[in-house]
C-alpha cells in the first residue's frame, strides 16, 4: 500500500499558513540565483587554483542548504589538504591581493573572527560572499541541515519565515551579539523533533553512515543520497508550527538549564561541563558539539531575544495573522 503523499497545500487551509507559503514563495532562493552563484564558484576556484593548485572551494550555508532567501550571500569553504594545516589568515591574506587583481570582485576585506573570513562581493552587484579556509564543519552541516530541509515539506517555508521575523525583530545578528541564523536553524528543528508526534527525527541517529563525521570532505555532498522523506503522524498546519515554535521557547524551553541537541532529538543539562555552564543560551554544533550560541553573551541582547518571543506568541496568537509580527509586504 503506498504512503499517503502530502501536498503542501494540504497544510495551509487557514490564513496564517496560507501568509507564511506566500513569503515564503516570494523570498526563496530562485535556482537562477544558486546558478549565480555558482559560476562565482568555478571562476574563483581556477583563479584561486593559480596558487594553491590543489585547493578546491566548496558552496556552504543556505546557498546549498535548502533554507536560502534571493537576498542569502554566498558562504563558501576553501579546503585545502596537506600534511601540514595553513594559517588561515595567511592564506586569506593571500586570497586578498589575489581577489584585487580580478576583474568580477570587489570590496575584499579580511574579518579576523575566531573562524577568520574574507569578505567580498561581484563586481556591480549585490551578491556577497564570505569565505574561510578549512572549516570544514561548515560543509558537513551544510549537507546534514540540507536533509533536514527536505525531509518535509513544512521545514523549509517554516524556517524561512522564522528567519525574517528574527532579522525584522533585530534578533539575528551574531556579530551584534544576538542569534545566528545557523542557530535559528537549529532551534526550528529542535522544536519540530521534540513534538509529542515529531515532524522530524534525529537524522545522525537514524542514517549514522549518511552523517558520519569522519567521512572524507569530498564525500560529504554524496552522503545523504539515501535519506528518503520522514513520514510524520503530525498533520499541523505551518500556521500551528510556527505558533508552536514561539510558545515553546516563551513559555516551555528552560533556557538556564537546558542545552538543545539535534543531533540527539533532545535536550541535555547544561551543568555538566565548562562548555555550558553559565552561558545565555546553549545550543550544540551537531558535528563538533560546541556552542552555537555563544554570540549571545551580553545579559540585556538575551533577555530582549526572549522577549521577543513572549511577546511575538501574545499578539500571534490572539491575531493569527502574520503581519502582526512581521509587515509581509514591506518584506516581499
Ligand atoms: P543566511 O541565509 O545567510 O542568513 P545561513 O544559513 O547561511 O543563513 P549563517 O550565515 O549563520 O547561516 O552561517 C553560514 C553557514 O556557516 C551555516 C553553517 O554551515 C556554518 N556555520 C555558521 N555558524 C556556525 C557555527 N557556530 N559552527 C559551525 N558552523 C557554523
Ligand atoms: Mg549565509
Not at 115 to 137: A, Q
Request: proline content about 5%; hydrophobic content about 35%; charged content about 25%.
Amino acid at each position: 500500500i503506498p504512503e499517503s503523499s502530502n501536498s503542501l497545500q494540504d497544510y495551509v487551509k487557514d490564513k496564517l499558513s496560507g501568509q507564511m507559503l506566500e513569503l515564503f514563495e516570494a523570498c526563496q532562493q530562485q535556482s537562477s540565483d544558486l546558478i549565480r552563484k555558482e559560476k562565482c564558484r568555478t571562476q574563483l576556484q581556477k583563479d584561486i587554483q593559480r596558487v594553491y593548485a590543489v585547493a578546491r572551494l566548496y558552496l556552504t550555508g543556505s546557498s546549498m542548504n535548502g533554507l536560502g532567501c534571493r537576498s542569502s550571500d554566498a558562504d563558501m569553504c576553501l579546503v585545502i589538504k596537506g600534511n601540514k594545516r595553513p594559517d588561515p589568515i595567511q592564506v586569506l591574506s593571500v586570497l586578498q591581493r589575489l581577489f584585487r587583481s580580478l576583474s568580477y570582485v570587489e570590496r575584499t576585506h579580511l574579518i579576523r573572527a575566531k573562524v577568520p573570513i574574507l569578505r567580498f562581493r561581484e563586481k556591480g552587484s549585490d551578491l556577497e560572499f564570505d569565505l574561510n579556509v578549512n572549516n570544514t564543519v561548515g560543509i558537513r552541516n551544510t549537507f546534514l541541515l540540507r536533509s533536514y530541509a527536505y525531509a518535509d515539506l513544512r521545514i523549509r517555508p517554516m524556517i524561512l519565515v522564522v528567519k525574517k521575523w528574527a532579522k525584522h525583530n533585530q534578533i539575528n545578528d551574531a556579530s551584534k551579539g544576538t542569534l545566528s541564523s545557523y542557530t535559528l536553524v537549529l532551534m526550528v528543528l529542535h522544536y519540530l523533533q521534540t513534538l509529542k508526534e515529531p515532524v522530524l527525527p534525529s537524522l545522525q541517529r537514524d542514517y549514522p553512515e549518511s552523517f558520519n563525521p569522519f567521512m572524507d570532505i569530498d564525500m560529504v555532498p554524496e552522503g545523504p543520497k539515501y535519506v528518503p522523506p520522514y513520514s510524520s503522524t503530525n498533520q499541523s498546519s505551518l500556521g500551528d508550527l510556527l505558533l508552536g515554535f514561539l510558545r515553546y521557547y516563551a513559555t516551555v524551553f528552560s533556557w538556564d538549564k537546558q542545552v538543545i541537541s539535534v543531533r540527539e532529538a533532545k535536550t541535555f543539562p547544561n551543568n555538566n561541563s565548562r562548555e555550558w555552564r553559565n552561558k545565555f543560551i546553549c545550543v550544540e554544533e551537531p558535528f563538533e558539539r560546541n556552542n552555537v550560541a555563544r554570540a549571545v553573551h551580553e545579559k540585556m541582547k538575551f533577555e530582549a531575544i526572549k522577549a521577543q518571543f513572549a511577546e511575538s506568541w501574545r499578539i500571534l496568537r490572539q491575531r493569527k495573522d502574520l503581519n502582526s509580527i512581521l509587515p509581509v509586504r514591506a518584506i516581499i
